[in-house]
C-alpha cells in the first residue's frame, strides 16, 4: 500500500484544457512537495507546502495542501504540451526511527497539441 | 555550479558484472541521497549521506549494493554480481534543507 496515493495514474487531454492531479494520505505530513520528471531525466521540484491550507501558484500551475495537511493537489490552467510528464508528490514521514521522504507513484500527463 | 552531475547516463552490464556510478552534489549541498526508480514508479530510497557519513540504508538494499561518499563530496554507487532485476534508473540527489536536486540518473540494463 502507497503511503500517498496519487490520481489519476494516467491522464491525457487536449492542449488549453484544465486539470487537477490529486496526492492522498491517511497520515499528516508537515510539508509536501511537487515534482515534474520528464522520460530519462531526474525529478525537478516544483514547490513545497507547508502550511495547511496553504495555496501556492506557479504561473499556471497552482498548489494546495489541505487543511489537514493529509492531502494535495495540483492544478493546471490551460494545459500545455510542455507540461508533459509525470508529476510526483512526497513528503517526509518519521517511520523507522527515522524522517524519509516517502514518494507516491506519479500522475503520467500527456497534453496534446 | 551546473547542478547535480550524474556518470555515466546510461550502462549496459551482462548479468554477474560489477557497475560503479558516480555523483557529483552541488558543491554546498551536505546531504546525498541516491534513489532507484523502475517504470511507472516514482523514487525508492536506497541510502542516504550526510557530509562523508551515511547515515541511512534502505533495508531493500541487498548487500551487494554498496554506496561511498568519501571526503564529503563525490559519492559512488557499486552494484556487485549484477541481476536482472537491478535494471532501473539510479537517481542521485543533493540538499540542503527541503526540496532535493536530482541529478539525470544513470540507466542500467542487466542483459
Known amino acids: 500500500t502507497q503511503l500517498l496515493e496519487q490520481s489519476p495514474q494516467f491522464l491525457s487531454i487536449q492542449e488549453g484544457e484544465n486539470l487537477t492531479v490529486y496526492c492522498n494520505s491517511s497520515?499528516?505530513?508537515?510539508?509536501l512537495q511537487w515534482y515534474r520528471q520528464e522520460p530519462g531525466e531526474g525529478p525537478v521540484l516544483l514547490v513545497t507546502?507547508?502550511?495547511g491550507g496553504e495555496v501556492k501558484k506557479l504561473k499556471r500551475l497552482t498548489f494546495q495542501f489541505g487543511d489537514a495537511r493529509k492531502d494535495s493537489s495540483l492544478h493546471i490552467t490551460a494545459a500545455q504540451p510542455g507540461d508533459t510528464g509525470l508529476y510526483l508528490c512526497?513528503?517526509?514521514?518519521?517511520?523507522?526511527?527515522?524522517?524519509?521522504?516517502?514518494w507516491g507513484a506519479g500522475t503520467k500527463l500527456i497534453i496534446k497539441p | 555550479d551546473t547542478g547535480v552531475s550524474q556518470n555515466p547516463r546510461h550502462k549496459i552490464t551482462k548479468r554477474g558484472q560489477n557497475v560503479t556510478f558516480r555523483c557529483d552534489p552541488i558543491?554546498?549541498?551536505?546531504?546525498l541521497y541516491w534513489y532507484r526508480q523502475t517504470l511507472g514508479q516514482g523514487p525508492e530510497f536506497l541510502t542516504y549521506?550526510?557530509?562523508?557519513?551515511?547515515?541511512?540504508k534502505s533495508r531493500l538494499l541487498s548487500d551487494r549494493f554498496s554506496a561511498e561518499r568519501p571526503k564529503g563530496s563525490f559519492s559512488t554507487l557499486e552494484i556487485q554480481r549484477t541481476e536482472q532485476g537491478d535494471s532501473a534508473m539510479y537517481l542521485c540527489?543533493?540538499?540542503?534543507?527541503?526540496?532535493?536536486?536530482f541529478g539525470s540518473g544513470t540507466r542500467l540494463t542487466v542483459v
Open positions: 497520515s499528516v505530513f508537515s510539508s
Open positions: 512526497a513528503g517526509p514521514l518519521f517511520m523507522d526511527s527515522n524522517y524519509q521522504l516517502i
Open positions: 558543491s554546498e549541498h551536505n546531504r
Open positions: 549521506f550526510q557530509n562523508e557519513a551515511q547515515l541511512e
Open positions: 540527489a543533493s540538499s540542503i534543507t527541503e526540496g532535493y536536486t
Open positions: 507546502v507547508v502550511t
